[in-house]
């Protein structure tokens, strides 16, 4: 329930951010945990990233900037079990998820022409590690969710792409760009389970948290779409 309301916030707020923006893509993402951080995690983060621009680039001054926020899960474990002690006979399944949810200010140099444009990047922000578990019934609906722990970590470093077009501009069409990129982003410490850290007991649980700094390497393909004719060839 959390992480679907958090996501849902962060759509909205896109779309809101979205009317100032002169640019906006989404990605698919893998993170790959790299340091410390991979000394505990040893999953591919799978999510998705979205960032919003709010100039383009010019030939004097080949340089943009925006927003970036991005969604990755790096662990989950499923089970199923009793509804209550006293219901053993319905059966619910149990899963728990370990998320990062990280946003950043995002700054490229980009040239403004070319069907080719590669860039170079850098980010400054934050990640938010949480881990929630949900109850949902044999028929996938939700019945209860919890955050059973989460912890924030600084997060900046910087990356690089290429982007190519793949139509317009013209009158009536907004230039369209498939963006492939890779960032490393460095992290503070911060505290955080992983797969196997929640330890259940009839009646009791038990959390056994990771403590590391949280960096971050990640591979990104997608799509970028840019509203303003500035960008055009």
């Known amino acids: 329930m959390y992480k679907r309301n958090l996501l849902l916030f962060l759509i909205l707020n896109g779309f809101a951010i979205s009317s100032f ?9 893998l993170g790959f945990p790299s340091g410390e951080f991979k000394d505990h995690v040893k999953r591919t983060g799978i999510g998705i990233s979205g ?3 709010f100039f383009n680039p010019k030939p004097a001054l080949p340089f943009s900037a925006g927003l970036n926020v991005g969604y990755l ?38 040239p403004p022409s070319g069907t080719v444009r590669p860039y170079i990047e850098g980010l400054f922000g934050g990640a938010y590690l949480f881990t929630e578990t949900s109850i949902q019934s044999r028929g996938t609906e ?5 955050t059973n722990f989460d912890d924030f970590a600084w997060s900046y470093g910087g990356g690089g792409g290429f982007m190519i077009q793949v139509s317009g501009p013209s009158e009536d069409l907004s230039s369209i760009f498939i963006d492939i990129k ?12 992983k797969e196997g ?16 700094k949280t960096d971050l390497i990640t591979a990104n393909i997608g799509v970028i779409i840019y509203f303003s004719t500035l960008f055009s060839n």
Request: charged share 15%.
């Open 142 to 146: 939700e019945v209860a969710g919890s």
């Open 73 to 110: 899960n790096y662990g989950s474990e499923s089970r199923l079990e009793p509804f209550s002690s006293t219901i053993p006979d319905v059966t619910v399944e149990v899963d728990r998820s370990n998320n990062l949810l990280n946003f950043h200010v995002l700054f490229q140099l980009i």
């Open 197 to 212: 850290s929640v330890i259940i007991e009839p009646g009791r649980v038990f959390y056994n948290p990771s403590k590391s």
């Open 182 to 193: 890779a960032r490393y982003l460095l992290g503070t410490e911060a505290e955080y389970l």
């Open 21 to 29: 923006a002169q640019s906006a893509g989404i990605n698919f993402t």
């Open 51 to 53: 960032q919003f621009m």
